[in-house]
T-cell receptor, first 117, second 114 residues
Framework: DGGITQSPKYLFRKEGQNVTLSCEQNLNHDAMYWYRQDPGQGLRLIYYSQIVNDFQKGDIAEGYSVSREKKESFPLTVTSAQKNPTAFYLC????????????????FGPGTRLTVL | AQKVTQAQTEISVVEKEDVTLDCVYETRDTTYYLFWYKQPPSGELVFLIRRNSFDEQNEISGRYSWNFQKSTSSFNFTITASQVVDSAVYFCALSEAGRRALTFGSGTRLQVQP
């Protein structure tokens, strides 16, 4: 079945540690995204990538890093520089802009809940 | 800058009642896209609908319907004859043409009581 997988589902980190969240998709989508969700709030964009080996910062990129070496994979590293990393992290993907120039629908993975101890 | 406002933080209804979730947006672009997503307790966001700014036709899908009005910058979502399985957080989102990322509202938590 086509879809987006994220692992792990739950992740615990000690202060000062870097952790990497996995996101994989088999939808053949070109674009991938990372969002952060805090309790009672909407999602905020961390990073996005429109094509392999290219990515752009979103609204809250500080303390995070990403890579896009393969079309299917877009891992997110939460570094020790991120001051308040406890949150729910969602990965999404979408096709590239079609010939109509429109924005394609983003589909989301199941999320990773990160807790800093 | 783009912005999405969902003023209703939480709504509680009894099963079979109709309920409308409000969404008001702000954008300077003339071409943009509006979305609704459902987030059940499991956490995954489920896509419900997408609307282009140049298509103001309302849409109905089963018990769900959407009312898009550019004059009031609103994109409201109505659930008819609500069911317990509709209990979730619902997000409205906006994307301007040329900006791939979505701007989300803060969400409306819907509780449907049996």
């Amino acid at each position: 079945d086509g879809g987006i997988t994220q692992s792990p589902k739950y992740l615990f980190r000690k202060e000062g540690q870097n952790v990497t969240l996995s996101c994989e998709q088999n939808l053949n989508h070109d674009a991938m995204y990372w969002y952060r969700q805090d309790p009672g709030q909407g999602l905020r964009l961390i990073y996005y990538s429109q094509i392999v080996n290219d990515f752009q910062k979103g609204d809250i990129a500080e303390g995070y890093s990403v890579s896009r070496e393969k079309k299917e994979s877009f891992p997110l590293t939460v570094t020790s520089a991120q001051k308040n990393p406890t949150a729910f992290y969602l990965c999404a993907s979408s096709s590239r802009t079609g010939t109509s120039g429109g924005t394609d629908t983003q589909y989301f993975g199941p999320g990773t809940r990160l807790t800093v101890l | 800058a783009q912005k999405v406002t969902q003023a209703q933080t939480e709504i509680s209804v009894v099963e079979k009642e109709d309920v409308t979730l409000d969404c008001v947006y702000e954008t300077r672009d003339t071409t943009y896209y509006l979305f609704w997503y459902k987030q059940p307790p499991s956490g995954e966001l489920v896509f419900l609908i997408r609307r282009n700014s140049f298509d103001e036709q309302n849409e109905i899908s089963g018990r769900y319907s959407w009312n898009f009005q550019k004059s009031t910058s609103s994109f409201n979502f109505t659930i008819t004859a609500s069911q317990v399985v509709d209990s979730a957080v619902y997000f409205c989102a906006l994307s301007e043409a040329g900006r791939r990322a979505l701007t989300f509202g803060s969400g409306t938590r819907l509780q449907v009581q049996p």
